[in-house]
């Protein structure tokens, strides 16, 4: 009686190992196959159909390169002073206008995937969704940036993705030539108005400081009887000593003496001068009396034409310099854009990643086909077990009998471990057969294998 209940006591123990045991899932699995084969057929088939109908897309790319400016900027100042960065954001903003990608989707005849037809507000933001043009800035440059101020980018990607490579290909070229085009024109229209502005600045001080000039000569004029008071002065003392020479003179040298008569032909020419002197005073007091009030004075005057004059240099050196600036433009001797790269034909797809949907597609499947099998499992109330019976029977009436395999069952098992065991030991020879034989080193098999993974 206690070997019994012993027995009774450790079944449950190992009814329950023996219903974790790979047995029984290996029964369960043979059971419902069906549950789990349809599921996973059905699902790994359409999600493969879907993936393998869906379309890939290539994308190609060139690079544009930022070149410096060729003459050294302390002789010659750029007239563009704006960073690449924000000459690029301006040209994709005048290249992709309305009328130009319509113009690119009717050339190449575009469409989004499976639409044929696409109104042209759908078709233009389509083809600006498909447009990639992203700055490639210096790496060194963008680390020691200080206070988030931006840096300017040494060169740039343009490409084009689409379903066919070819046109693919096409439109990122036709983007690059129109952004170069685009660069060169605005570059020079720029520099072009900034000389014209200049140049207009230069006249309008020319013409400003010959007007201060004409006023300056004017008052000149207006005014000669105040500025010759000084001198008239200056002439009745000269006049006073020679008449009171020629007196002394006089007691001792006759009329006819050299001495004289030289003194006698000062005297005269000088009160001739006078005479002159004070008529033209009388003259320019009677224009002094009809002059305009509100004239400006000579201090003033003098003032604004040395203002004028200092403006008027610094205006001639800036058209000058730009003049130098657009003489450069013309000759594309300053910063440029230049093709380092021109858009290649793809040939590998960038989108979808179809390795990866292919083994979601699959864990999926399995986990559609497990689960619909795990619940058939679940829902199935059938007694195939003795842990089934417990819940049924009176554990005191249940014993195990134990499984006498016969004399054939152990040799038919046998030969199945014995071929199974050679058909293993022939694919791993074959396998190292394949390797040191037939396939590339494992160095390059192992880089080609990341690289594929890796696009």
């Not at 045991?21 to 419902?32: E, H, T």
């Not at 040298?253 to 033209?280: C, F, V, W």
């Amino acid at each position: 009686m206690l070997e019994r209940q012993s027995f009774q006591e450790n079944r449950p123990d190992e009814d329950q190992g023996q219903s974790l045991s790979p047995s029984y899932f290996y029964a369960i699995l043979k059971r419902r196959a069906l549950y789990f084969v349809i599921p996973f057929l059905l699902i790994s088939t359409i999600g493969s159909l879907i993936t393998a109908a869906w379309p890939s897309r290539y994308l190609s790319q060139g690079t544009i390169l930022v070149s410096s400016q060729e003459i050294p900027s302390d002789l010659v100042r750029p007239t563009v002073a704006a960073l690449a960065n924000d000459r690029i954001q301006i040209i994709q903003q005048r290249i992709m206008t309305r009328d130009n990608l319509l113009a690119f989707a009717k050339k190449y005849q575009l469409s989004a995937g499976w639409q044929e037809r696409m109104s042209g507000t759908e078709l233009v933001d389509f083809i600006r969704e498909r447009t990639q043009i992203t700055a490639v800035e210096d790496k060194m440059l963008a680390g020691s940036s200080e206070g988030g101020r931006r840096k300017n980018a040494i060169a740039f990607k343009v490409g084009f993705e689409y379903e066919k490579p070819q046109i693919a290909m096409r439109m990122a070229n036709e983007f690059v030539t129109m952004i170069l085009n685009e660069d060169v024109r605005s570059r020079t229209e720029f520099a072009k108005q900034t000389t014209k502005f200049l140049q207009q600045e230069v006249t309008r001080l020319e013409a400003k400081l010959g007007v201060i000039n004409n006023q300056i000569e004017r008052y000149a004029q207006s005014h000669a009887g105040a500025l010759t008071d000084t001198s008239k002065v200056n002439d009745s003392k000269d006049l006073a000593l020679l008449k009171a020479e020629l007196v002394l003179k006089s007691a001792s040298y006759s009329d006819e003496h050299p001495d004289i008569r030289a003194l006698k032909r000062k005297i005269g020419a000088l009160e001739k001068t006078m005479t002159s002197t004070n008529a033209n005073q009388e003259a320019s007091q009677k224009t002094t009396v009809a002059a305009d009030p509100n004239e400006l004075g000579i201090d003033t005057l003098l003032t604004q034409r040395i203002g004028l004059r200092d403006e008027l240099n610094r205006a001639t050196q800036k058209a000058s310099a730009a003049r130098l600036g657009e003489n450069m433009e013309r000759d594309q001797q300053s910063e440029r854009l230049e093709v380092i790269e021109q858009p290649t034909l793809p040939e590998n797809s960038t989108k979808p990643n179809k390795p990866k949907l292919y083994a979601i597609i699959f864990v999926f499947a399995l986990m559609a086909g497990g689960g619909l099998m795990v619940a058939a499992e679940a829902l199935d109330h059938s007694i195939r077990r003795s842990t089934d019976l417990f819940s049924v029977i009176d554990s005191q009436l249940i014993f195990a009998i134990p499984y006498i395999s016969t004399p054939g069952e152990i040799l038919r098992r046998k030969r199945k471990m014995l071929w199974t065991t050679g058909i293993l030991t022939l694919v791993i020879l074959a396998g190292l057969v394949a390797i040191v034989f037939i396939l590339p080193p494992l160095d390059v098999l192992l880089d080609k294998v990341i690289a594929r993974l890796s696009r």
